[in-house]
């Protein structure tokens, strides 16, 4: 196992603690970093108590003869200084196994949400996300358009939401934020279309009025940052490091954006590379941009509720991730 076969490197969230993987294409399946688990499952993000907790269960476990040891492989992932070194992983079994293993309630807990958190709408979304670097999905011609946003937004979540790439006939909001108007939105949409994409201050532009817009009943943020990254490939020969920005720092300048964009066009700006043709950095950027819309309820397992969206949305205010649904009837009064 390595070189190509070892490129698809994938970063998963657990209550703000990353847990680093990478994938064996010749055995079709995910690596995972065990001191990431531990991590996650102590609550303890310092990387050498995380270690020296790994060397010694380790060992306490050799001694035991569990086999856990011995289905322990060692892979290179990159770490916070931006080096690869070797890492002890386990795959998806192995990691239940961990858990089960230290059967303490934090364990249980990292369970279900490791069991569970793939067969979400996000989980099942995210995994189509990733196959974009290989699409051809948007003709370069398209890049910036409205019908670009929607062609990414129904490949996200086709066969999820019955409104996949389709603009919203409905107003909403989330928190105290009031989207476009659902009447006003395609003239919106379409001016916003026009706006100039040529340089980094008229791209982000482009993006902050297109996240007021919200087109979609959901995923906006997720299909729009694809958006954006694919207009800063075609017009600068750059793209986002999108693990560069903390999650809490992006949120709060995108609240602040629909009166003053100039915390996000910062954290843009020194999030930039040129690394546009870097794998690794595509699959990061789609790993945290999912991170970004993760609710603090990080183990949930699907619901009825969640099925039921896919099938259509009633007319009465509803939950939406955050974002409510504004019934007609009901706008004025938003």
């Known amino acids: 196992m390595g070189g ?3 490129s698809k490197v994938s970063f998963r969230f657990y ?4 847990v680093r993987a990478i994938w064996d294409e010749e055995n079709a399946k995910w690596w995972f970093s065990v001191q990431d688990v531990v991590g996650a499952i102590n609550d303890q993000s310092d990387y050498k108590k995380n ?6 269960l380790k060992t306490k476990l050799r001694k035991e003869g569990n086999e856990l040891v011995s289905v322990t492989n060692q892979l290179k992932l990159r770490a916070a200084d931006g080096k690869r070194y070797d890492t002890d992983v386990l795959d998806a079994e192995g990691i239940r196994l961990l858990a089960k293993y230290t059967n303490n309630q934090r364990a249980m807990d990292f369970l279900d949400w490791f069991t569970y958190s793939d067969n979400t709408i996000d989980g099942q979304s995210r995994k189509k996300a990733y196959t974009l670097w290989e699409s051809n999905l948007v003709a370069d011609k398209d890049v910036g358009k409205v019908k670009s946003l929607q062609q990414i937004h129904a490949y996200l979540f086709g066969g999820l939401y019955d409104f996949a790439g389709k603009i919203r006939t409905k107003t ?3 928190g105290n934020t009031l989207f476009c108007l ?3 939105l395609h003239d919106n949409l379409k001016t916003i279309e026009q706006m100039p994409e040529t340089t980094f201050d008229e791209i982000v532009d482009k993006y902050v009025e297109m996240n007021v817009a919200h087109p979609f009943m959901e995923g906006n943020g997720r299909s729009t940052r694809i958006w954006l990254d694919l207009i800063f490939k075609k017009q600068l020969k750059m793209c986002v490091d999108w693990s560069k920005i903390d999650k809490n720092d992006y949120l709060d300048a995108m609240i602040a954006s629909h009166m003053d964009s100039t915390r996000i066009r910062e954290l843009i700006r020194q999030a930039m590379t040129d690394r546009i043709d870097d794998r690794e950095i595509f699959m990061k950027g789609i790993d945290y941009s999912y991170y970004y819309e993760q609710s603090d309820l990080v183990s949930e397992e699907p619901n009825s509720f969640e099925l039921d969206r896919t099938r ?3 007319n009465e205010i509803q939950q939406e991730d955050g974002a409510e649904v504004i019934d007609e009837g009901k706008e004025g009064q938003a």
């Open 172 to 174: 909403i909001s989330k």
């Open 312 to 314: 259509g949305l009633s």
């Open 15 to 18: 209550k703000d603690h990353e």
């Open 182 to 184: 659902a009447e006003y």
């Open 4 to 6: 190509s076969e070892m």
């Open 51 to 56: 270690r020296n907790y790994w060397k010694y």
